[in-house]
Each structure stands twice: as structure tokens, then as C-alpha cells.
């Protein structure tokens, strides 16, 4: 069974996977897998362009976890999308150095629900699990993420509502 974790950058995917790694469980840092897929670069928002129609479609499957942004293009049996309240998101990509237009860009996604949308066109909803990270430990987190890979506790999304964190620019 492969159980992906995606969310938007900063919600806590590699160190909750590197906690489920530490239990013992097999997982796969996705960021470890597109170097081939690598395309090009966006400088403007200071991130890699990933072929990710290929990456997915050669892409062998796991018996375990796997973990980053795209996971949720993957053909996982289940799905946890990490969630992170925007003004908290801020604060973990500052920490990070991201540059102030690209923290802007993932509180906004954050916020409108983006990798959830994008997880919900892809897979069946009774197989996705929403988990809002925002002042939570990694063990939390992967103790939830165990019991719903077991099906010890339903799916469970679109309870969050962070649309008020949307700021208007002029």
C-alpha cells in the first residue's frame, strides 16, 4: 500500500516523513526522485519546472510512504494533505529564507486550498485525509498519518477554511 503526504511547501512533509522513517517505515522523499524530470528553472518564483505527467507515469510504486509537493499525482491508495494556517506557513518559509514573494504565493495556495483541490481531482475522497499540522509535533502527525494508512480512522477533509487569511492587494 502506498500512502502519499503532500500539502503546499512548509507544512511539514519531510520532517513528519522522516518521523515515520525513524518508526521503521519505508518512505520516499519525492524531492530525491525528479532531478530527471528537471526541465527547466523559474526565476521568477525560484523554483524547478518538473515534467510531472512524466515523473508520475515512471514513476515504480512503494510499499510505504511517499512525500513531498506532487505526491497526490501519484497513483497512492491513500492521500494525507498536510495543512498549515497561512499566517503560520509565513512564518516556517521566513525561517527557511524563502524570498517575501514566494512566502506570499504558498500562504495564498495555502489558503485557497490548492493542493487539496488538486488532491480531490485525483483521487477518490474516500481515500484522502485533510491533517492541519498548525502547532502540531511531527509524532502527532504521524500517529494520525499511521492510524488512517492501517484504516483506524476515516477520511476526513474539507473542514478548513483559511479564505479569511487571503490578503487584498492593490
Known amino acids: ?26 518512505v520516499v522523499h519525492l524531492n530525491d ?3 530527471p524530470y528537471v526541465v527547466g528553472e523559474d526565476e521568477d518564483r525560484d523554483s ?13 510504486p512503494v510499499d510505504g510512504f511517499v512525500e513531498g509537493h506532487f505526491a497526490h499525482f501519484l497513483p497512492c491508495d491513500r492521500v494525507v494533505v498536510l495543512r498549515c494556517r497561512p499566517d503560520e506557513l509565513k512564518v516556517r518559509l521566513a525561517q527557511r529564507k524563502y524570498r517575501e514573494a514566494k512566502i506570499r ?11 487539496l483541490i488538486e488532491t480531490v481531482e485525483e483521487h477518490d475522497p474516500s481515500r484522502i485525509l485533510e491533517l492541519d499540522t498548525t502547532g ?34 492593490p
Open 105 to 115: 504565493e504558498n500562504a495564498e495556495a495555502e489558503a485557497l486550498d490548492a493542493c
Open 1 to 26: 500500500m502506498m500512502c502519499g503526504i503532500t500539502g503546499t511547501p512548509g507544512t511539514g512533509k519531510s520532517i513528519i516523513g522522516d518521523e515515520l522513517a525513524h518508526r521503521g517505515h519505508r
Open 136 to 169: 502540531r509535533d511531527a509524532p502527532f502527525c504521524a500517529d494520525r498519518i499511521e492510524q488512517f494508512a492501517r484504516d483506524e480512522i476515516p477520511a476526513d477533509f474539507g473542514h478548513i477554511d483559511w479564505s479569511g487569511y487571503l490578503e487584498i492587494q
Open 48 to 60: 524547478r519546472i518538473i515534467d510531472v505527467d512524466r515523473w508520475a507515469a515512471e514513476f515504480k
Open 33 to 35: 526522485t525528479v532531478a
